[in-house]
T-cell receptor, first 114, second 117 residues
Framework: DVKVTQSSRYLVKRTGEKVFLECVQD?????MFWYRQDPGLGLRLIYF???????EKGDIPEGYSVSREKKERFSLILESASTNQTSMYLC?????????????FGNGTRLTVT | AQSVTQPDIHITVSEGASLELRCNYS??????LFWYVQSPGQGLQLLLK??????LVQGIKGFEAEFKRSQSSFNLRKPSVHWSDAAEYFC???????????????FGKGTHLIIQP
């Protein structure tokens, strides 16, 4: 089974702090994604990466950046955390193919910014 | 741009009763479609997907979904629900980004399923 691991289940940070959310997948998938999930808004794509050192903005990239130095690891960075970034963050991965492979999700990181 | 609508925010069903969760999508090409389930505090688990072929697809946990191109729908069904089916359900449509070949998904806002004893 594909395993996507997010290093923290819960994080509490202060406004203005730099925050790193880490995600590792063990199936050699080319593509990795960061979503945030908020009540009533569903999942919204922040950034994705289709290869090492490659990244693309999703629908809501403002206030975030990402890093992909190794194929298995995709980091989400909040340069200066704000209270409106309090949310559940979900990492996902999938291979590149033409068969509509699904996204495989981690268990999420619930971030609270105070 | 693609979009997904799940018109029901909450649905309450009695245990043992049948279930249908609605999903409508807007997509410019042939879509690929997914249903995911999320238990409290967990990530999303894939229930089933449609890519091509038979429009009635079977998934895990006794769920099925039917793709109807004419109605732009991909409704999820289960003949008899169990208390353990209480969760959040998300419909998603495939999106091909022109930038680099990665396929992200666009999600609906979810339907919260409540099971009455």
């Amino acid at each position: 089974d594909v395993k996507v691991t997010q290093s923290s289940r819960y994080l509490v940070k202060r406004t203005g702090e730099k925050v790193f959310l880490e995600c590792v997948q063990d199936m050699d998938h080319e593509n990795m994604f960061w979503y945030r999930q908020d009540p009533g808004l569903g999942l919204r794509l922040i950034y994705f990466s289709y290869d090492v050192k490659m990244k693309e903005k999703g629908d809501i990239p403002e206030g975030y950046s990402v890093s992909r130095e190794k194929k298995e690891r995709f980091s989400l960075i909040l340069e200066s955390a704000s209270t409106n970034q309090t949310s559940m963050y979900l990492c996902a991965s999938r291979p590149t193919d033409r068969e509509g492979s699904p996204l495989h999700f981690g268990n999420g990181t619930r971030l609270t910014v105070t | 741009a693609q979009s997904v609508t799940q018109p029901d925010i909450h649905i309450t069903v009695s245990e043992g009763a049948s279930l249908e969760l609605r999903c409508n999508y807007s997509y410019g090409a042939t879509p690929y479609l997914f249903w995911y389930v999320q238990s409290p505090g967990q990530g999303l688990q894939l229930l089933l997907k449609y890519f091509s072929g038979d429009t009635l697809v079977q998934g895990i946990k006794g769920f099925e979904a039917e793709f109807k191109r004419s109605q732009s729908s991909f409704n999820l069904r289960k003949p008899s629900v169990h208390w353990s089916d209480a969760a959040e359900y998300f419909c998603a449509v495939g999106a091909l980004y022109s930038g680099g070949g990665a396929d992200g998904l666009t999600f609906g806002k979810g339907t919260h399923l409540i099971i009455q004893p």
